[in-house]
T-cell receptor, first 113, second 116 residues
Framework: GNSVTQMEGPVTLSEEAFLTINCTYT??????LFWYVQYPGEGLQLLLK?????DKGSNKGFEATYRKETTSFHLEKGSVQVSDSAVYFC????????????FGKGTRLSVIA | DAGVTQSPTHLIKTRGQQVTLRCSPK?????VSWYQQALGQGPQFIFQ???????QRGNFPDRFSGHQFPNYSSELNVNALLLGDSALYLC???????????????FGDGTRLSIL
């Protein structure tokens, strides 16, 4: 079945540092890939998505590129801020029908001033 | 434009009791999915409702059941509560046929269920 593996946290960075959170997936067919963010006490917010190989999703300075050859969708940001502190989830869904989202376990990011 | 709303925000129950959680989808959405998020884990899919029918189901026992109403809102019911049912329950809404057009699911803030 489909699955997502992302790097375990917590990740602690200083403000303005470079961020990478690794995500790899296993899926049949050609899934859509997502990054969701969860701030303390809140639900999930879609951060970015990519629907086919070599697509780059981007939002709020975050980027991730759909790499079919390495089955990866790593999240990057060039300069993190304290306000980026949250839990980040990599997820996939199958385009065929309404297959539900399959999530990784999440990576907690803490950014210190 | 109201997003996905869930109620209640928090709930405390004891083992063996039954609970009902509620969800109103984002305006214009017709599909509701429920997820369970245990502490420190990613959300896991419970089931999905469209046109008042359960369309897909994850690996959850029959103690978990649901309903969708004509106005697209939904309920999640859990019977015979176990300690392991303690979790954040998330509702997500979407357009059923929008999924094939890459329309994402929108999540509510969840209901935190604690079982004593």
């Amino acid at each position: 079945g489909n699955s997502v593996t992302q790097m375990e946290g917590p990740v602690t960075l200083s403000e303005e540092a470079f961020l990478t959170i690794n995500c790899t997936y296993t899926a049949t067919g050609y899934p859509s890939l997502f990054w969701y963010v969860q701030y303390p006490g809140e639900g999930l917010q879609l951060l970015l998505k990519a629907t086919k190989a070599d697509d780059k999703g981007s939002n709020k300075g975050f980027e991730a590129t759909y790499r079919k050859e390495t089955t990866s969708f790593h999240l990057e940001k060039g300069s993190v801020q304290v306000s980026d502190s949250a839990v980040y989830f990599c997820a996939l869904s199958d385009l065929a029908g309404n297959t539900p989202l399959v999530f990784g376990k999440g990576t907690r990011l803490s950014v210190i001033a | 434009d109201a997003g996905v709303t869930q109620s209640p925000t928090h709930l405390i129950k004891t083992r063996g009791q039954q609970v009902t959680l509620r969800c109103s989808p984002k305006s214009g959405h017709d599909t509701v999915s429920w997820y369970q998020q245990a502490l420190g884990q990613g959300p896991q899919f419970i089931f999905q409702y469209y046109e008042e029918e359960e369309r897909q189901r994850g690996n959850f026992p029959d103690r978990f059941s649901g309903h969708q109403f004509p106005n697209y809102s939904s309920e999640l019911n859990v019977n015979a509560l176990l300690l392991g049912d303690s979790a954040l329950y998330l509702c997500a809404s979407s357009l059923y046929y929008g999924m094939s057009n890459n329309q994402p699911q929108h999540f509510g803030d969840g209901t935190r269920l604690s079982i004593l």
